[in-house]
């Protein structure tokens, strides 16, 4: 079956950098287009960025751009979410998903499948 998991999360200090990986097995990755989504405490899931299969395109949500940069290794199976100058609004449970198609998709409902998660604490 497809899974995805994801790893990198951790606590660091406002202004800091985190590196968020997730890799998927079960399926070919190259089919998929990759998101990453997170979710505050108290707070619906919301999406953060988005990444075509040939990585040729990606969108981002506009409280992350200039500082987020989502990317990916079609030959490791890996999306990457690169996270720079993070401040303490940006923490949250960070989820990556796949959705099976070629375009980029902002919506939880168009990605199929989901990872566990990784928690993200960003201190002040």
């Known amino acids: 079956q497809v899974q995805l998991v994801e790893s990198g999360g951790g606590l660091v200090q406002a202004g800091g950098s985190l590196r968020l990986s997730c890799t998927l097995s079960?399926?070919?990755?190259?089919?998929?287009?990759m998101g990453w989504f997170r979710q505050a405490p108290g707070r619906e899931r919301e999406f953060v960025a988005g990444?075509?299969?040939?990585?040729?395109?990606?969108n981002y949500a506009d409280s992350v751009k200039g500082r987020f940069t989502i990317s990916r290794d079609n030959v490791k199976k890996t999306v990457y979410l690169q996270m720079n100058s993070l401040t303490p609004e940006d923490t949250a449970v960070y989820y990556c998903?796949?959705?099976?198609?070629?375009?980029?998709?902002?919506?939880?409902?168009?990605?199929?499948?989901w990872g566990q998660g990784t928690q993200v604490t960003v201190s002040s």
């Open positions: 998903a796949a959705h099976w198609g070629g375009d980029l998709q902002f919506q939880e409902s168009a990605y199929r499948y």
């Open positions: 079960g399926a070919t990755f190259s089919v998929y287009t």
């Open positions: 990444i075509t299969r040939n990585g040729g395109s990606t």
